[in-house]
């Protein structure tokens, strides 16, 4: 009975890897922008340093970079990390798992 269950559940399972995969990905390029809107608040303070732009220039560039940053993590904290999805959908597994060895005689 359990190697029919794999059989009939492959394409699934296949199917929701493809999309974990996807989603992964999705948050490493979500924290590679994080990186580099960082990188270029840096070197925004530094031309404000060097005299390369004005003040009123750099509060306006500032305000995007910062807007696009706090966006981001907004992003981050309502999106749950991949490791906190499996802590709780093992037990509901595990559960599942003794139901049927031990409900059928």
Known sequence: ???LD???MAPFKGI???FKEIHDAAQQEQ????DAITASLSELYMKLDTGQITEAEFDAQEKILLDRLD?????E???PKPEEKKK????RRQAAAAKKVYSHP
């Not at 924290?31 to 994080?34: D, L």
């Not at 709780?88 to 037990?91: C, F, Q, V």
């Open 6 to 8: 794999d059989v009939v």
């Open 77 to 79: 904290k309502t999106s």
């Open 88 to 91: 709780r959908a093992k037990p």
């Open 31 to 34: 924290a590679g922008e994080s």
């Open 16 to 18: 929701f890897w493809i």
């Open 1 to 3: 009975m359990f190697l």
């Open 71 to 75: 966006l981001l993590q907004a992003q």
